[in-house]
């Protein structure tokens, strides 16, 4: 039997010469190197990633390429591009890779080469985008649409609503996205709030297209469109589907030429540059969606071929895995210096949460180590307004990853010289922080001087890209997407199934008649749930 991960010969390295250097401050590893913040640095198909203000030494970064060697990474990769089932708890294989594999590529899978399908329904998805961006496609009375409405949850929203939002720089400047996602009845009812019916078309985006969230709203949204427009037929026109149901579609009553497909293989958090993707491909239109691809791709290539100490997304992944692991900062600030991208955060945290916060191997024993550190963030210089004083001075040290661009897509006067000063500013004094005698040469009262100082030797990541362009923003993201399975790689989990969702899906389904019910109704909950239920029972209102 091969040995859990904490035995490795190459987890146990890591674990004492963490030890021996857990001493060193970041001043002194800059100091001992005035090369360091460019050898400690990685340039790959156009991002740049600075890691240099890292707690790590060049020992760190090779016993790390040790422990990924040893944990097979480079074999799983293989796999997971080969079409291999991975994925082995639902027996699937992964390969949101094919979504972006060029015309030419060959992926076979079950003895079926999987790619034409996937640019048959790019090619399909493009006529439709066209029609919609140029007029063609017209309402049920014959208005130009105007409003794009993306109903869906988890991986069928946040993905669509964080590249929409992240490309809004390229979008139609006549069409306007909303989505929606909560089965809270405020989302759809702002969601379309002021909205002419004849001019919005929904798009109901669901894998299984039986998610209870999103049928309950997409069925609201039918209802009111039908009722204010003032036939069924209407909906032929008003509303598409991306799912891979068929059937399901049907019986909501969108026809086959209006739904969009693609295959198991996709997970909900792996599926933006799917046909999930409709939305962001209408937004932007077809050609800004292939660089996107595009831009996946060459991440994809460059995950697949590159060395481990050479690979930008095997770096990130591990040097996340140190923090978390063996230094025991258990979080993840990413903040991203571009307010295009302020719901990246959020599709990270799916991204990386989802995917690798499991508690047991594929084996099924425990994982000996703690798995996917806690996401979260917001984009700078907001952030540095509220949480940032915990993540300077705080008792809790949290990495983070910092994301800029070099070129402004919105530039008024030299506001965004500001912006990427406050990013640099902020690594640099996270890493170096401000000792008591500075702050003492500085004149500070000494009751006072306590509070001025800065511990510093708080770990960044710093990634530059020249723009936020399409194929940027796809590079990105499959940046991280990589991360994330170099860690559930070592961790030897399965980074693609998602069992956590369904104990509380379940229980919500027993717990809905109980609210519903006429009469009282016999409760067998314990008495904190028994009481919350008869509580809300007797006090709502509507
Ligand atoms: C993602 C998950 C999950 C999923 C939603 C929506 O990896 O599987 O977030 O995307 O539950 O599912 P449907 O697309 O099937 O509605």
């Excluded at 090619?123 to 007029?135: L, N, P, S």
């Excluded at 955060?345 to 000996?368: F, I």
């Excluded at 705080?394 to 406050?422: E, Y």
């Excluded at 199934?497 to 919500?508: C, F, M, P, R, Y």
Aim: some cysteine; aromatic content about 8%; overall charge negative.
């Amino acid at each position: 039997m091969s040995r859990t991960l904490t035995q490795k010969a190459s987890w146990k390295a890591l674990a004492s010469h963490q030890k021996k250097i857990a001493k060193k401050h970041l001043r002194e590893l800059f100091a001992e190197d005035a090369t360091r913040g460019t050898r400690l640095a990685l340039e790959a198909v156009g991002l740049y990633l600075d890691y240099s203000k890292n707690r790590v030494t060049d020992k760190t970064l090779k016993l790390l390429v040790a422990l990924a060697e040893d944990c097979g990474l480079q074999d799983k990769i293989a796999a997971m591009f080969r079409g291999d089932r991975i994925n082995t708890t639902e027996n699937r294989a992964v390969l949101h890779i094919a979504l972006r594999s060029p015309r030419w590529q060959q992926i076979v899978l079950d003895g079926v080469d999987v790619v034409p399908g996937v640019h048959e329904v790019l090619d399909r998805m493009a006529a439709f985008a066209d029609q919609v961006r140029d007029g063609r496609w017209r309402g049920f009375t014959g208005k130009r649409i105007r409003h794009v409405v993306n109903i869906g949850i988890g991986g069928s929203d946040l993905g669509p609503v964080m590249a929409c939002e992240a490309l809004r720089h390229y979008a139609h400047a006549d069409l306007d996205f909303r989505f929606v996602s909560n089965v809270d009845s405020t989302d759809l009812t702002e969601a379309t709030r002021g909205l002419d019916p004849a001019q919005t078309l929904f798009i109901v985006s669901s894998k299984t297209f039986t998610t209870l969230e999103t049928m309950t709203n997409a069925k609201a949204a039918r209802d009111s469109l039908v009722a204010q427009l003032g036939s069924d037929d209407a909906v032929a026109r008003h509303f598409v589907a991306v799912s891979t149901n068929a059937d399901g579609v049907k019986a909501f009553g969108i026809a086959e030429s209006s739904m969009f497909g693609f295959a198991d293989w996709v997970g909900g958090r792996y599926s933006m540059d799917s046909a999930i993707g409709l939305s962001t491909m209408i937004a932007i239109g077809p050609e800004n969606f292939e660089a996107m691809l595009a831009g996946f791709h060459e991440m994809d290539e460059h995950f697949r071929s590159a060395p481990p100490a050479q690979n930008l997304p095997v770096l990130l992944g591990l040097l996340s895995l140190w923090n978390n692991d063996f230094l025991g900062f258990s979080t993840l600030a990413v903040l991203p210096y571009e307010q295009y991208l302020k719901r990246f955060p959020a599709y990270l945290q799916q991204l990386a949460m989802e995917s690798n916060g499991k508690h047991v191997t594929l084996d099924g024993e425990p994982v000996k180590a703690d798995t996917s550190p806690v996401v979260w963030g917001e984009p700078g210089t907001n952030g540095q307004h509220s949480f940032y004083q915990l993540i300077h001075q705080g008792t809790r040290i949290v990495p983070c990853d910092f994301i800029g661009f070099c070129t402004a897509l919105s530039p008024i006067g030299g506001q965004h010289d500001l912006l990427i000063a406050n990013l640099i500013a902020q690594a640099e004094a996270l890493a170096f922080g401000k000792t008591a005698k500075q702050v003492e040469d500085e004149g500070v009262a000494p009751e006072l001087v306590p509070h001025r100082v800065f511990e510093g030797n708080r770990p960044s990541n710093t990634i530059l890209i020249d723009a936020l362009t399409p194929a940027a923003l796809g590079k990105l993201v499959a940046l991280y997407e990589h991360s994330v399975f170099t860690q559930g790689a070592i961790w030897n989990i399965d980074s693609f199934d998602q069992w956590g969702v369904e104990l509380g899906k379940a229980l919500a389904s027993r717990v809905i008649p109980e609210l519903r019910s006429p009469h009282d109704p016999e409760l067998a909950h314990d008495s904190s749930t028994n009481a919350l239920i008869r509580r809300y029972r007797q006090r709502r209102t509507t």
